[in-house]
């Protein structure tokens, strides 16, 4: 433990916290073991478990292994006794989950939204939330804490959106607005690069990996950081601002943040649509019988208009690109791996072949012979996972889960 106490009640707080994060992380475990590995006596162990017992917190779930005497009861965490609420939002889209404390889903429901002010969002979260609780049963005041991925400049000490060119919004205490939304269960607010870093290091490629980059190529660019096992926020939480950084000294496209020649005006999912459908000409769509207006990335990687020259050259450029932006990553954190997300994340082989061939070609050897760049393998939206983490890091980190049921 890194704080030793002489007050009683702390220290009571403390074994209380360690018991119960040695079952989550160790169980099915019998109390001896507990006490062996917290360093406790046995009746501490005993006396803490009996509380938990009660407040169904743990749960028996039949015998181990004998050694020598009778055989132990073991234990683990109630994945039931308390839940979680993990939120993405974005422009034009709202996911929410209700989880338990053992990462299952219980259900999600996401909704498409052409609205994006902060009341008008929170209100969709809201209604998500209600009806999940409705579809799963959940009590309300089971519900612990709310964890959410938003883009944009994100302070999640204050609770604040600084500024979301994705939202549009500047200055939004979107942690506090939400959690009036939710009858008072507490937010915690995130940028979504950072939160899909994390949930990719807990449950998807980056696993094992204590320092890994997350790079969101989606209608903004942005960087999860990961350093030494925790994401590196900077001084307000707005490190991984990769998507805007100049590429050009002259003449660069406009950027969403007001300035030129950006990674993310040549990048961003819109600036790459805008770039094909200047280039293509309006004769070329009709003879493939394309409707312009409804393209998308997914359009870009397949015939028809994956055949044409004009749209591989800039799926190449903007490849190369984003390769180079890695090589800047990497040059500066010296992380074991990159995953590359958002929706140019996902597009086929041949666009990641050359983000990687330029994130080498653009690095030191020392570099080049031992980066991963990879694509995210993740089931789930690893931003969502990582929303959850971070809401479970919260509930983990407070020793009394009736508070909710107390202030109702
Ligand atoms: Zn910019």
């Known amino acids: 433990m890194g704080r030793i106490s002489g007050n009683t009640s702390d220290i009571r707080r403390i074994n209380r916290l360690l018991v119960r994060d040695i079952i989550r992380e160790q169980g099915p475990i019998s109390r001896s073991d507990i006490a062996k590995v917290a360093g406790l006596t046995p009746p501490t162990v005993t006396n803490i478990v009996s509380d938990m017992l ?59 939204l052409s609205v994006s002010s902060p009341h008008e969002i929170a209100g969709t979260i809201k209604e998500s939330f209600q009806s ?129 020649g950006c990674l993310e005006a040549f990048c ?26 409804s393209i998308g990335i997914p359009d870009l990687t397949k015939p028809p208009l994956f055949n044409i020259p004009a749209v591989q050259r800039i799926m190449d450029e903007t490849g190369h690109l984003v390769g180079i932006a890695i090589s800047h990553l990497v040059s500066l954190f010296d992380t074991e791996m990159v995953i590359l997300g958002g929706e140019l994340g996902r597009v086929g082989d041949p666009f990641l072949e050359t983000v990687i061939r330029a994130a080498k070609d653009h690095s030191l050897v020392e570099f080049a012979e031992t980066i991963q760049v990879v694509r995210s393998t993740m089931h789930q939206h690893p931003e969502l996972m990582g929303a959850y983490v971070l809401a479970m890091e919260e509930v983990f980190a407070i020793e009394d889960w009736s508070y909710r049921e107390v202030s109702k």
Not at 55 to 75: D, H, K, N, W
């Open 132 to 260: 999940l609780l409705s579809e799963t049963g959940v009590p309300e005041e089971k519900v612990l804490w709310c964890g959410v991925a938003s883009p944009g400049l994100v302070n999640p000490d204050q609770g604040l959106v600084e500024k979301s060119s994705n939202l549009a919004w500047k200055k939004v205490p979107f942690a506090h607005i939400l959690s009036k939304n939710l009858s008072g269960i507490p937010v915690h607010i995130e940028n979504i690069s950072n939160a899909a870093a994390l949930g990719e290091k807990a449950y998807g490629i980056g696993k094992g990996y204590s320092n890994l980059i997350y790079l969101n190529v989606s209608i903004g660019i942005g960087a999860g950081i990961i350093i030494d096992n925790n994401v590196f926020r900077g001084a307000r939480g707005y490190a991984g601002e990769i998507g805007h950084v100049p590429m050009t000294v002259y003449d660069g496209p406009h950027c969403s943040c007001g300035r030129e």
């Open 54 to 112: 009660h407040a169904r917190i743990v749960e028996e779930v039949g015998y181990g292994e004998s050694t020598g005497g009778r055989r132990p009861v073991m234990l683990v965490l109630n994945p039931r006794a308390g839940f979680i609420l993990a939120v993405t939002i974005q422009r034009g889209e709202t996911r929410v989950a209700l989880m338990d404390l053992a990462d299952n889903i219980l259900a999600r429901r996401d909704t498409q």
């Open 268 to 293: 961003g999912v819109p600036a790459v649509l805008r770039r094909v459908k200047a280039q293509v000409s309006d004769e070329e769509f009709r003879m493939l019988g394309v409707d312009k207006d």
